[in-house]
């Protein structure tokens, strides 16, 4: 007797989630769960993503809560399903993502900053073999810059650059691992991790399962 997706789940998103699940990403990429936007899709699931400096104590597969470095880079990993697809998406699956990092405060004055960020996008989907028009469409995203300056008791604290990127595609097919790791990679860059080869871990955590969109959750 075969084992198929629980009731009410499409076999695509099915797929979908156990191609994540798959996925082994570097260590300093640690991942958790966490409630999926509602309203925009039947059928979700969301992934909260750190860039720490380092591997957690303890063996590989251990629990990392207690893991006290600052995130070098944060972000968020969305998959949508749709099974009767939307226009503006010009497919069923929608992958949405944010990534955030603080940057040194010279970078602020780079004209070219915003053009540099968003080139990162494209460069980590084509380096996971995702081109566009082959592996992904209706590509989309802002990428945002904030400077912040301290005054009064804070004064001497130093500026900092706050970046994020959002970026959105549709992917060609329900195997979405491949972008997982080019989002990961993404957040990597960001932060300013190198692009090592080594230093490669299975995820530890396992997702719960999909979740039906009932009300919206807010970024």
Do not use: N
Request: glycine fraction near 10%; hydrophobic fraction near 40%; include cysteine.
């Amino acid at each position: 007797m075969t084992s198929g997706p629980p009731t009410g789940v499409p076999v695509d998103f099915a797929a979908a989630l156990a191609d994540l699940r798959r996925q082994a990403l570097r260590t300093e990429v640690r991942l958790t769960e966490i409630p999926a936007p509602r309203r925009v899709a039947p059928f979700s699931v969301a992934l909260a993503g750190d860039v720490l400096p380092g591997p957690p104590p303890g063996p590989a597969g251990a629990d990392d809560h207690d893991h006290d470095d600052e995130p070098l880079a944060t972000g968020r990993f969305v998959v949508l399903h749709d099974p009767a697809g939307q226009e503006a998406w010009h497919g069923t699956f929608r992958v949405v993502t944010m990534v955030r990092a603080t940057l040194e405060p010279e970078m602020a004055a780079d004209p070219l900053l915003a053009d540099v960020a968003w080139s990162w996008v494209g460069e980590c989907l084509q380096a996971a073999g995702l081109e566009p028009g082959t592996g992904t469409v209706a590509e989309g995203g802002t990428v945002t810059r904030v400077l912040s300056q301290s005054y009064g008791a804070l004064d001497g604290t130093p500026d900092a650059v706050d970046l994020e990127i959002r970026a959105s595609w549709t992917p060609v097919d329900a195997k979405l691992g491949t972008h997982l790791r080019a989002w990961a990679a993404l957040l990597a860059m960001a932060a300013g991790v190198p692009p090592l080869p080594d230093g490669v871990a299975a995820l530890t955590r396992r997702f719960t399962g999909p979740s039906r969109q009932r009300h919206t959750v807010g970024p």
